[in-house]
């Protein structure tokens, strides 16, 4: 429909294979490039060329809604809540939600989440540091206070994962999306 209205405009579909976090990297990147003239083919191919090096790491309160979305199982559900195990999960490289992990409580969550950034990260792209979460905006402080430290470089800013990822993961995500070497 939009073709037919505007027909001198051309669009391009990218699958990002991120999370609205990881495609927010994305598009701050290339609309720098978009303002130094780089055309739309090219800023297309450079997002495709370069969507697998934003890293997305987290961690949730528990697995309830996961399991509520179909993405993990009952036992796994009721054992990591019975346990007050917090599950460190990614996005892996086609995209899809990936378990890696377990801690337990979120102070060892945490520090998964930062020993996870200190392997990968690669500030050459861009020194940002996206600290996403869902649910309560205060309980963002002990990681963001733990980046700043620990990666005294990285420019940080929180957003909010939003009402769809927020569905998928209930209050109480915790997330890092950094430029890194790979997922």
Known sequence: ML???????KIR??????AAPGEGFL????AKRQRDGVSLDDLADWVEQ?????????????????????????????????LQIKPLLRVDNAG????????????????????????????????SVAIAYSGDYDRIKPLWDAVTSRFPKAQC?????????????GPGLLALVYWGRQR
Not at 13 to 18: F, H, I, M, R
Not at 105 to 119: I, P, V, Y
């Open 3 to 9: 073709s037919e209205q505007y027909p001198q405009r």
């Open 13 to 18: 579909c990218v699958d990002t294979l991120c």
């Open 27 to 30: 598009v701050l990147e290339a």
């Open 50 to 82: 370069h969507r697998l090096q934003v890293c997305h790491w987290f961690t949730v309160d528990g697995l309830s809604y996961l399991h509520g979305g179909g993405r993990v199982s009952t036992a796994a559900a009721v054992t990591c809540t019975a």
């Open 96 to 127: 899809k939600l990936e378990f890696t992990g377990k801690s337990r409580g979120n102070k060892h969550a945490l520090l998964e989440l930062l020993d996870k950034m200190e392997q990968q990260w690669t500030p050459r792209i861009s020194d």
């Open 157 to 169: 800013y929180t957003a909010s994962v939003g009402p769809v990822i927020g569905a998928h993961t």
